[in-house]
């Protein structure tokens, strides 16, 4: 199958469910694959352009197998095949860089999320990690770096020296706050763009941001030309602060900090 592999990082991105939610948390949380090709339709229609994807098992739990995201490739390229689709690595705390290089490996994915700190958490590429990048990019995989704080961007210069990534063709999202508990803020933004240009690296970049302080962030990134990943996993919250009916409610609001 051919699937989308955009050049420039999609404006707007759904991650509709992440690692951590499940249906208790709230029943429009896609934990199947069904319902996943469901939320890509539905988001789609109103302006996601990408999807970020985490498969789960019977027990709605996060996991990195290889045969559950060719599967959902599967069925989300044929349903959605003009929306860009990207696998997580996510260690959660759980998973070793072995297993999230092994995944990546197994599926090549048209796009991929990789969390540096995750991946290399001695702050260095290991020839591993350069022969997984490589070997990505040789692929075509479209790669996100996450980064979690603007001290990162130092791990991701080497990471770019190390495996001769293209320094004019880098996607990166920052993560304003945390699941934990650390307040997403918009002056939290410019910290990781400073550190960047004193790296010369000029990326195409993105914010997601958590809970009720989500919005105040991404309307700051869409005002500074950045771009947007909404969704579940991130916030539950519509701008007012009532709680979203479903992802697509998310994307749509989203999508109108760009009008």
Known sequence: M???????????????NGARRTKADHPAIPVTIQETVETALACAAVGAQAMHLHVRDADQQHVLDAGLYREALKEL????PAMHFQITTEAVGRFTPEQMRRVAYDVMPPGISIGLLEMMPDRRPTPE??????????????IQHLLFFPDEVELLA????????????????????????????????????????????????????????????????????????????????????TVAPDNAARVAAANALFN
């Open 2 to 16: 051919n699937f989308h592999k955009p050049k420039d990082l999609p404006r707007l991105m759904v991650a509709p």
């Open 129 to 142: 990690d350069v022969r997984l990048y490589s070997a990505l990019r040789e692929a075509g995989t479209r």
């Open 158 to 241: 080497r990471l770019v020296e190390a495996a001769d990534l293209p320094k004019d063709d880098i996607w990166c999202l920052f993560v304003i706050g945390h699941y934990t508990g650390r307040i997403s803020h918009p002056d939290l933004i410019q910290p990781f763009l400073d550190r960047l240009a004193e790296q010369s690296l000029d990326v195409d970049w993105a914010i997601c941001a958590f809970a009720e302080e989500e919005n105040e962030s991404l309307a700051k990134a869409a005002e500074m030309g950045g771009k947007l990943r909404v969704g579940f996993e991130n916030s539950l919250y519509m701008p007012d602060g």
């Open 77 to 80: 390229g044929a349903a959605v």
